[in-house]
Nanobody, 113 residues
């Protein structure tokens, strides 16, 4: 069993920044697979925000390109999501995912206008 534990969510004003972290409980799983951040706002489906492979290749949703940056530290079994220039429409629960199908419990991000 692998656990993914997210942290770093909270309330921020529009234009502000937050950094989310997700730490895996097993290094073998973490090192050999892509990690992703997804988000789900009320009434919406969960969608991909950003993804990073085990070699560092990244992919972003169009809505966050240029504002969000995903990175990973394999030694710390942690993936990060740096979110800058936040907008109210970024408000959602953010989930960490490993490509094998593991999900974190989610962390709330709320951006006030």
């Amino acid at each position: 069993q692998v656990q993914l534990v997210e942290s770093g969510g909270g309330l921020v004003q529009a234009g502000g920044s937050l950094r989310l972290s997700c730490t895996a409980s097993r290094s073998i799983i973490f090192s050999f697979g892509a990690m992703g951040w997804y988000r789900q706002a009320p009434g919406n489906q969960r969608g991909l925000v950003a993804r990073i492979t085990n070699t560092g290749s990244t992919d972003y949703a169009d809505s966050v390109k240029g504002r969000f940056t995903i990175s990973r530290d394999n030694a710390k079994k942690t993936v990060y999501l740096q979110m800058n220039s936040l907008k109210p429409e970024d408000t959602a629960v953010y989930y960490c995912n490993h490509q094998s199908g593991y999900w974190g419990q989610g962390t709330q991000v709320t951006v006030s206008a």
